[in-house]
C-alpha cells in the first residue's frame, strides 16, 4: 500500500485479462504495461500516501455489449464480474503482489457502460472521488488501459473533481487502430490541464 506522507495516489486502471492479449477486448501491450505498471510501484511505492485500482466489472451493462459491436459505443462482451477475465492480469504481480499493496479496488459498470474510474465505487459503496477526498489526496498519477478510453475518461473526470492529474504514459497501453487515436487523446488531456509525462517524472 502506498506509505508516502504527501497528497498524491497512484490510480491503475482497468489492468485485467480481458484487455490484455488474448482477452477478450485485447490492447496490444497490455501485458507488458502491466508488467511496468507492477515495477513501478514496487519501485515507487513510497512516494505515495495511496494506491488504489479499477476494475470495469459487468454484470448485466445492456447495449454496452454489441453483437456485432461497433467499437464506438458497443463492444465485445468483456470483464464479466466474477470471471477470469476481469482479473487482474498476472503480469500486474510479477514485481510486487498488487493484491497486497493496493489500498481499495473500485468496481465499475454492473449495469451500464462505465469508463471513468470515478464512476466506480468500493464493495462498501463509497466512490473514488470521496475516498480520496477522506484521505487528503489532492494529486493523481494515473496508468492503465487503454489511453484513449478508460484511462483519458478516469483523468478527465479526476480534474472535474478539483485533482491535479498527471498520466504516466509510458504505464500506459492503447489500440494501434486508427493511429492518430493516442495523440488525439493526448491532446484532449492536455486541454483539460492533464500533465502527460514519463514514469521516470515521478521523484
Known amino acids: 500500500m502506498g506509505q508516502g506522507t504527501g497528497h498524491r495516489a497512484l490510480v491503475i486502471v482497468d489492468v485485467q485479462n480481458d484487455f490484455c492479449e488474448e482477452g477478450s477486448l485485447a490492447v496490444a501491450g497490455g501485458a507488458e504495461v502491466a508488467g511496468r505498471v507492477s515495477k513501478h510501484v514496487a519501485a515507487k511505492a513510497g512516494r505515495y500516501a495511496a494506491i488504489v485500482a479499477t476494475k470495469d466489472w459487468h454484470i448485466e451493462p445492456g447495449d454496452h455489449f454489441g453483437d456485432p459491436p461497433d467499437f464506438v ?23 510486487v503482489a498488487i493484491t497486497e499493496v493496493l489500498d481499495e479496488v473500485f468496481k ?22 470521496d475516498w480520496l477526498r477522506g484521505r ?12 484513449r478510453g478508460c484511462v483519458k475518461a ?8 478539483g485533482f491535479t492529474v498527471r498520466v504516466l504514459q509510458d504505464l500506459c497501453a492503447d489500440p494501434a487502430e486508427p493511429p ?8 484532449e488531456m492536455a486541454g483539460k490541464g492533464i500533465q502527460v509525462v514519463t514514469a521516470d517524472a515521478v521523484d
Open 154 to 161: 478516469t483523468a478527465i473526470s479526476a480534474v472535474d473533481e
Open 136 to 147: 487528503g489526496i489532492e494529486e493523481l498519477d494515473v496508468v492503465g488501459i487503454a489511453t
Open 108 to 129: 465499475k459498470g454492473e449495469y451500464t457502460a462505465s469508463y471513468s474510474g470515478f464512476e466506480g465505487a468500493t464493495e462498501s459503496g463509497t466512490s473514488l472521488a
Open 73 to 95: 459505443d458497443s463492444w465485445p462482451a468483456h470483464c464479466h464480474a466474477g470471471s477470469p477475465g476481469a482479473e487482474f492480469h498476472p503480469h500486474l504481480s510479477s514485481a
Open 180 to 187: 492518430d487515436g493516442t495523440a488525439s487523446a493526448i491532446a
